[in-house]
C-alpha cells in the first residue's frame, strides 16, 4: 500500500511538473531573427486593394521561408481608428489575417503601436506628453487592441507599447509605460511586452527607463542606426540629403583630405561626423548601457529596429550589417532589421525582388 501510495504521488508530482512546464512554454514569447512589414499599415497612404494587396500570405511565406523566426508589425493610430477611436475595420481584419498567417507559418509577430496623432517621432509637437486627454487616448488604444488579440497564444503575439518615445523628460514616458502595462495587465497577465527606451528607443537613455518589477513577460528594446552619416547617407527626408560624398565602415567615416575637398555649403552638414570611428568593438560599446540594465533586470534584449539606405557605398554598408549581426548573436540580442519590402532598406524591393546578398547576411546564413 505504501508503495502504490509512493507511485500515486511521483505521478501527481511529475504530472504537475509537466503540466507546469507547458504554461510556461504557452507563455514564453523569444524571437531572435526577423524582420519588419513596414509601410502597410504604418506610414504608407495605401488603403483598400492597394494596401491588402502589399503584404500577403506568399510575403510571410517568403519571410518564412529566409530563415527568420519572427516578423515586427508596425501600425498607425489613423490606420487601425478613426479620431473618435472606432476601429476601422477592414485594417484591423489584414491585421488580424496577418497574425494567423504567421501563426500558420510558425512565426511570431511583434504588433508595435507605431505612429499616434498625438506623437510622431520626427516632429518637436507631440501633445501626448503634456495632455492627460491624449494619455488616457493612448491607454485605451491599447486597451481595444488587447480586446481584439488577446486569445491569440502569449507566445505568438507580443504588444510593443510604442515605436520611438520622443518625451522632452524621462518621467513622461515613465508615467506613461507604468499606467499602461497595469492596465494591459488587469486583462492580459501573461503578455509579452516591449518596452522601449526615451528618445528614439536610444541605448543612451536606457538608465533612465522605468522598468516594471517582478515581471518576466517584458523585453526591453532598442534600435541602432548609427553612424548616422553611413546608414542615412543622401537620404531624401535628412539633413544628408545633398550628400554624395565619402563614408567609410569600418573606421573613421571621413579622412581630413576628403572633408576638405567638399564644398563649404556641405561642411556644415556633415561637419559633426569628420571625427568619428565606428567599428564593432565601438558599436558594442555603445550598446553597452542596454545590455547592462536588461541583466540586471533578467530580462531579454531585443532590436527592433536597424539598416543602411541601400544606395549608400556597397562594401562599407555590407561590412555594417555583418557587424551587427555578428554582436546581436555574440550578445544574444533579438532583432528585426529595417525592413522587409522598401526600396531604401529592403530585403526585397518595392516589386518583390530579394537583395539576395542582404537576405543571407541579415537571416545568419
Known amino acids: 500500500m505504501k508503495l502504490k501510495l509512493a507511485v500515486l504521488l511521483l505521478l501527481v508530482v511529475l504530472s504537475a511538473c509537466t503540466s507546469s512546464q507547458s504554461d510556461q512554454d504557452m507563455d514564453h514569447f523569444e524571437v531572435f531573427r526577423g524582420t ?22 506568399a510575403d510571410i511565406q517568403n519571410i518564412k521561408s529566409m530563415g527568420f523566426d519572427h ?28 497574425i ?9 509577430i511583434i504588433v508595435d503601436l507605431h505612429i499616434l ?23 485605451a488604444l491599447w486597451m481595444d487592441l488587447s480586446n481584439a488579440l488577446k486569445e491569440y497564444p502569449n507566445n505568438r503575439v507580443a504588444y510593443e507599447l510604442m515605436n520611438e518615445p520622443v518625451a522632452d523628460e524621462p518621467d513622461q ?11 494591459i495587465r488587469e486583462q492580459e497577465p501573461r503578455r509579452t511586452l516591449l518596452i522601449g527606451s526615451n528618445r528614439w528607443q536610444s541605448v543612451a537613455t ?23 552619416l553611413l546608414t542615412h547617407w543622401n537620404a531624401s527626408w535628412t539633413a544628408l540629403r545633398s550628400y554624395t560624398g565619402p563614408v567609410h565602415y569600418p573606421g573613421v567615416l571621413l579622412e581630413k583630405e576628403e572633408y576638405d575637398q567638399l564644398p ?27 545590455i547592462k540594465v536588461a541583466k540586471r533586470h533578467g530580462l531579454d534584449l531585443y532590436c527592433g529596429e536597424f539598416g543602411v539606405i541601400k544606395k549608400a557605398p556597397d562594401e562599407d554598408r555590407l561590412r555594417w550589417y555583418q557587424d551587427m549581426i555578428e554582436l546581436f548573436e555574440e550578445n544574444q540580442i533579438g532583432y528585426a532589421n529595417w525592413n522587409y519590402k522598401s526600396d531604401n532598406f529592403g530585403l526585397v524591393n518595392g516589386g518583390g525582388q530579394p537583395n539576395s546578398v542582404l537576405i543571407d547576411i541579415v537571416s545568419g546564413e
Do not use: M
Open 206 to 228: 536606457f538608465e533612465d527607463l522605468y522598468i516594471p518589477e517582478n515581471d518576466p513577460h517584458i523585453i526591453l528594446t532598442f534600435h541602432y542606426y548609427d553612424p548616422f
Open 264 to 290: 563649404d555649403s556641405i561642411h556644415a552638414v556633415i561637419g559633426p561626423y569628420r571625427v568619428l570611428e565606428y567599428d564593432k568593438s565601438h558599436i558594442l560599446e555603445e550598446w553597452s548601457a542596454a
Open 173 to 183: 514616458w515613465n508615467d506613461l509605460v507604468r499606467t499602461t502595462v497595469a492596465r
Open 36 to 57: 519588419n512589414l513596414a509601410h502597410w499599415l504604418s506610414q504608407s497612404n495605401r488603403r483598400g486593394e492597394a494596401r491588402a494587396a502589399y503584404i500577403t500570405q
Open 71 to 98: 516578423v515586427r508589425l508596425p501600425v498607425d493610430e489613423e490606420q487601425l481608428w478613426d479620431s473618435s477611436g472606432v476601429r476601422h475595420q477592414d485594417a484591423f481584419r489584414l491585421l488580424t489575417q496577418c
Open 100 to 108: 494567423e498567417w504567421c501563426v500558420e507559418n510558425d512565426l511570431r
Open 117 to 139: 496623432r498625438s506623437h510622431y517621432f520626427n516632429t518637436g509637437d507631440n501633445p501626448l506628453w503634456t495632455d492627460p486627454v491624449e494619455q488616457e487616448k493612448f491607454v
